[in-house]
């Protein structure tokens, strides 16, 4: 008897942890849905990166601006829409034998999965991804970032979700929007960016790469007293530009709902109506 009750024990443990690994499994595949579609991407959780800062080297693989805006401390800045990404990870290797960590923005930008993809190409072991991305990092661990130059962050001073959807409308409003009133502005960068743009002669190309012309439009935005409509890949993105925008003084801008992608979807659901 006192044997069976133990077996039963046993099975209703191994029956407990199955189901809690299984829901920890589902969790995870909600919360980081490039985890299925980049498998052979191996990653780094946030508190295993924490603890390991010191012996791995963090990769930032966004943009140069995103990166001088919001950034892991100590991180390095290697653009995955680079054409030199390949060489420059080489080099990189080269120089340690440390674990490559690459980072973006958060758990739906697929940028340091596409560099941890592209890691496996080039033949660069121990590579990983930390897809919790640069908010979390920064919101878990404000001393170990550094916003606009300084370190530790404020947390208060990172633009909250609820403030950036504020300047997010939807691709139809976007649309009835552009005239001769606004400025039109596609800023993806080539890695992301189509062949035609979606407003041909109103729209210009910058990316975010480009400070200086970005910040260029802007002043002629503030002083032309002309709206700005900017839009990237899939609305995330110009989250970062609401910095400059606010310390430039401009007061009339939107972003498109969904980016290129939200465009996209619009477009196809137009014409099955």
Wanted: hydrophobic share 40%; with cysteine; aromatic share 14%.
């Amino acid at each position: 008897m006192f044997k069976k009750q133990i077996a039963f024990f046993l099975l209703a443990f191994f029956v407990a942890l199955s189901c809690a690994q299984a829901a920890e499994k589902a969790k995870a595949k909600k919360e980081f849905p490039g985890r299925d579609i980049f498998p052979e991407v191996q990653v780094y959780e946030l508190a295993e990166l924490y603890q390991q800062k010191d012996q791995v080297v963090i990769v930032d693989v966004r943009s140069a601006y995103e990166f001088e805006t919001l950034r892991a401390k100590g991180a390095i800045n290697i653009p995955v829409s680079s054409k030199t990404f390949g060489e420059e990870l080489r080099k990189l290797r080269a120089s340690t034998d440390k674990p490559i960590v690459f980072y973006c923005n958060g758990r739906t930008c697929y940028k340091s999965y596409k560099a941890g993809r592209k890691a496996l190409y080039y033949k660069i072991e121990n590579t990983f991804s930390f897809d919790s991305g640069i908010f979390d990092w920064a919101k878990a661990h404000p001393g170990e970032a550094v916003l606009l130059g300084h370190s530790p962050v404020n947390v208060r001073d990172l633009i909250s979700k609820k403030t950036f959807k504020k300047k997010l409308i939807d691709p139809e409003k976007f649309g009835l929007k552009v005239g001769n009133n606004s400025i039109v502005l596609d800023v993806r960068d080539r890695f992301q960016r189509e062949a035609i743009g979606f407003f041909p002669g109103q729209e210009r190309r910058v990316t975010l790469d480009q400070r200086d012309k970005l910040e260029k439009y802007f002043r002629k935005a503030k002083k032309s007293n002309k709206t700005l409509l900017i839009y990237d890949a899939v609305g995330k993105q110009v989250r970062w530009l609401m910095y400059s925008l606010e310390k430039v003084g401009v007061k009339e801008y939107y972003f498109m709902k969904g980016g290129a992608k939200g465009y996209y979807e619009m477009l196809a659901k137009q014409q099955w109506q």
